[in-house]
């Protein structure tokens, strides 16, 4: 059985930064991808940031620049380092696991979800 589990998540001002966690267990995901999703109350999923194991990232364009994504092979862990938070950018946070090579912006790219931590960004 695969587990994500989250962590990290609070309340922040504007303009602050944040760290979340996501620790992976049940299963090795090296040359797996790792991904974050964020979803707002009455929105849809949205991606946020995705990495191999290798070191290959991309991110949405919303939060390059303000956002790094990394991870700790020897941990299982996925990280997602947040700066220079906008209000915009408060939702519920999701970890997500993928046993592809293929690094995908879309929910249905990931088959592991977390259970999500909440990040709220005041203004």
């Known amino acids: 059985q695969v587990q994500l589990v989250e962590s990290g998540g609070g309340l922040v001002q504007a303009g602050g930064s944040l760290s979340l966690s996501c620790a992976a267990s049940?299963?090795?995901?090296?040359?797996?991808?790792m991904g974050w999703f964020r979803q707002a109350p009455g929105k849809e999923r949205e991606f946020v940031a995705a990495?191999?194991?290798?070191?290959?990232?991309i991110y949405a364009d919303s939060v390059k620049g303000r956002f790094t994504i990394s991870r700790d092979n020897a941990k299982n862990t996925v990280y997602l380092q947040m700066s220079s938070l906008k209000a915009e950018d408060t939702a519920a946070y999701f970890c997500?696991?993928?046993?592809?090579?293929?690094?995908?912006?879309?929910?249905?790219?990931?088959?592991?979800w977390g259970q999500g931590t909440q990040v709220t960004v005041s203004s």
């Open positions: 997500a696991a993928a046993m592809t090579l293929f690094l995908g912006r879309n929910p249905t790219d990931y088959e592991y």
């Open positions: 049940g299963r090795t995901f090296s040359n797996y991808a």
């Open positions: 990495m191999k194991w290798s070191g290959t990232r």
